[in-house]
């Protein structure tokens, strides 16, 4: 790649709503958050919060660097827009941090649920699970505004790059403990999986608007609550099961919605020919 090469932004190409195919990215980036959102419940009860982060965030960036740099080369970090990546990325470090607490404090399902069933360790978790939830819609909304000028490439590069940053930071002020090679090994693969399902998030934000899309990223919720009843033994509540049936019905009802826009629109196209 050349200088001159750099000089130009990956910039977003003109954006052309594909919802159907934004709700898959969106499908499987729940799978692999859930799965991320596994292994951090699991690793957060013998490493600190942001230990488990940094690695994971680490390997994310490095993984995310493999996927994405031999396609754009350094064009993925040309931006106009810093000052936005490093605002949104100060909110999902923030946003990250409040789940990953809240999964030591609760059940993986109760966490995305923002259920409160009592105990005064849940009642905390539930804050924390309600202060992600709340930054989680800000970041959203940033996220779809900047996919205007953002390819989904410059997006995820910029987030791993600070949130690697942030969480090394915070190490020296939490007790870091060195992991054996099997936890180490862990620690990474959560990164793998959370690049993934952040790279899938996003696209599927640059192809749909958050409304369209956003109602699936709670599709997590049953894979968590899943996962929940396999490794811990979790019992699933008449409240997750209820909250489950509507996530999973109105995402099926959107679906549905969306894929018969296009035979009407094809329709009216014809005539108007």
């Keep these: 790649m050349t ?11 003109t954006r052309t709503d594909r919802v159907p195919l934004g709700i898959a990215f969106m499908l499987g980036a ?9 292994l951090s419940k699991a690793q957060v009860e013998d490493f600190s919060f942001a230990e488990v982060l940094f690695f994971r965030s680490f390997a994310s960036l490095v993984t995310c660097a493999i996927i994405i740099l031999p396609r754009t080369g350094l064009l993925a970090f ?13 909110t999902q470090t923030v946003a990250q941090s409040c789940i990953v607490i809240a999964f030591g404090l609760m059940p993986l399902a109760g966490v995305l ?4 069933p009592g105990a005064d360790s849940f009642r905390i978790g539930a804050l924390f699970a309600l ?3 709340v930054l989680y819609g800000s970041v959203t909304a940033a996220v779809r505004g900047m996919t205007k000028t953002e390819s989904a490439e410059t997006l995820t590069m910029y987030q791993m790059v600070f949130l690697t940053a942030f969480f090394a930071l915070a190490l020296p002020f939490f007790d870091f403990v060195w992991p054996s090679t099997w936890d180490l090994g862990m620690l990474l693969l959560n990164g793998v999986l959370n690049a ?8 599927a934000l640059t192809m749909a608007p958050p409304a369209t899309v956003g109602p699936f990223y709670y599709f997590s919720l049953v894979w968590a609550m899943l996962l929940g009843f396999m490794v811990w033994g979790d019992i699933p509540t008449l409240g997750l099961l209820a909250g489950s049936s509507v996530v999973v019905g109105s995402g ?10 296009k035979p009407v629109r094809n329709s009216k196209m014809k005539a108007r020919e």
């Design 3 to 13: 200088s001159d090469s750099f000089d130009q932004p990956l910039t977003a190409p």
């Design 30 to 38: 729940t799978v692999m958050f859930a799965l991320s959102s596994a």
């Design 78 to 90: 040309r931006t106009a827009r810093l000052r936005d990546h490093l605002g949104r990325s100060v």
């Design 113 to 116: 649920l923002v259920a409160a």
């Design 131 to 133: 202060a992600n939830a």
């Design 196 to 203: 993934v399902g952040q790279y899938w998030w996003t696209r």
């Design 252 to 261: 099926l009802f959107l679906l549905w919605h969306e894929s018969a826009k």
